[in-house]
């Protein structure tokens, strides 16, 4: 079974940046997605981007677009997301997912994904 461990999140200031990471562990095999969602408090999990395992491609949400850039290291089975000018209302626990199971469903939706995360908080000050 697949673990997936999320770090980086913490307390930043608007304009600033993080780096988040997301390691997996434990009985890997071929996955061909991962992806980050977000979920502010009281509202429902979002897209923030997703990137294809085998051949890079990448997609973002267009709120994070030209911020935010996903990335992967398969050596180290790590997934990235690097973050800049974040702003307040970013303000979420931010979950990284892996699809190992094509199911037919747009990678944008949370149903893709067979595996999460813990989350990791982070937080926006203004």
């Known amino acids: 079974q697949v673990q997936l461990v999320e770090s980086g999140g913490g307390l930043v200031q608007a304009g600033g940046s993080l780096r988040l990471s997301c390691a997996a562990s434990g009985r890997t095999f071929s996955r061909y997605a991962m992806g980050w969602f977000r979920q502010a408090p009281g509202k429902e999990r979002e897209f923030v981007a997703f990137?294809?395992?085998?051949?890079?491609?990448?997609s973002y949400v267009n709120s994070v677009k030209e911020r935010f850039t996903i990335s992967r290291d398969s050596a180290k089975d790590t997934l990235y997301l690097e973050m800049n000018n974040l702003k307040p209302d970013e303000t979420a626990v931010y979950y990284c997912?892996?699809?190992?199971?094509?199911?037919?469903?747009?990678?944008?939706?949370?149903?893709?994904?067979?595996?999460w995360g813990q989350g990791t908080r982070v937080t926006v000050s203004s």
């Open positions: 997912a892996a699809a190992h199971i094509y199911r037919g469903i747009l990678l944008t939706t949370p149903d893709a994904y067979d595996t």
């Open positions: 990137i294809n395992w085998i051949g890079g491609g990448t």
